[in-house]
T-cell receptor, first 119, second 113 residues
Framework: GAVVSQHPSWVICKSGTSVKIECRSLDFQATTMFWYRQFPKQSLMLMATSNEGSKATYEQGVEKDKFLINHASLTLSTLTVTSAHPEDSSFYIC???????????????FGPGTRLTVL | AQSVTQLGSHVSVSEGALVLLRCNYSSSVPPYLFWYVQYPNQGLQLLLKYTSAATLVKGINGFEAEFKKSETSFHLTKPSAHMSDAAEYFCAVSGRTGNQFYFGTGTSLTVIP
């Protein structure tokens, strides 16, 4: 159980275009999803926290107008990189916290990641 | 605020030898602690987690970790390394009032045949 998928797994786009990445919890409901960015051989950097039905909370230094996050349902969150540039090339990983009756969500389940290359 | 520090960005062990990956945490509240493993070009897979039950936590693939409050540590161990254990390992901490995770910088484990 607790599987998170991402689509696409790899995307190459031209500079100036927008790219949408989907994150889905396949067998559980997630009130909260997280988006991370990971540069080669580095740790994950939290970009934003996405709550179903409300606006995402962005970490300091992350441009909310560039990285648009939508959490339309308890199983789907999307990250749109608008007007992508080569410096946006990175590995983007989402995670989701499972709702548990009577207690806080305490484990994040990670998607397989999306590698974005902007030419 | 929570944070974790992973000592040693690279660890090399011989196949069959003990694996020890270090993680120290800082938290103003009783923490949840996690170890994740990442294989190249993949997402993170949960190895084990501590959520205030037993201080010695057993995870998948023969890994275990011990929560030591007095040392603010949560080191990951495995008695005998396999070649398939070669990967990047991340320690993470979260508070109990929210779901935000804070990751360490990662430790790359190399297993020498």
């Amino acid at each position: 159980g607790a599987v998170v998928s991402q689509h696409p797994s790899w995307v190459i786009c031209k500079s100036g275009t927008s790219v949408k990445i989907e994150c889905r919890s396949l067998d559980f409901q997630a009130t909260t999803m997280f988006w991370y960015r990971q540069f080669p051989k580095q740790s994950l950097m939290l970009m934003a926290t996405s709550n179903e039905g409300s606006k995402a909370t962005y970490e300091q230094g992350v441009e909310k107008d560039k990285f648009l996050i939508n959490h339309a349902s308890l199983t789907l969150s999307t990250l749109t990189v608008t007007s992508a540039h080569p410096e946006d090339s990175s590995f983007y990983i989402c995670s989701a916290s499972e709702i548990r009756a009577g207690g806080p969500a305490d484990t994040q389940y990670f998607g397989p990641g999306t590698r974005l290359t902007v030419l | 605020a929570q944070s974790v520090t992973q000592l040693g960005s690279h660890v090399s062990v011989s196949e069959g030898a003990l694996v020890l990956l270090r993680c120290n945490y800082s938290s103003s509240v009783p923490p949840y602690l996690f170890w994740y493993v990442q294989y190249p070009n993949q997402g993170l897979q949960l190895l084990l987690k501590y959520t205030s039950a037993a201080t010695l936590v057993k995870g998948i693939n023969g890994f275990e970790a011990e929560f030591k409050k007095s040392e603010t540590s949560f080191h990951l161990t495995k008695p005998s390394a396999h070649m398939s254990d070669a990967a990047e390992y991340f320690c993470a901490v979260s508070g109990r009032t929210g779901n935000q995770f804070y990751f360490g910088t990662g430790t790359s484990l190399t297993v020498i045949p």
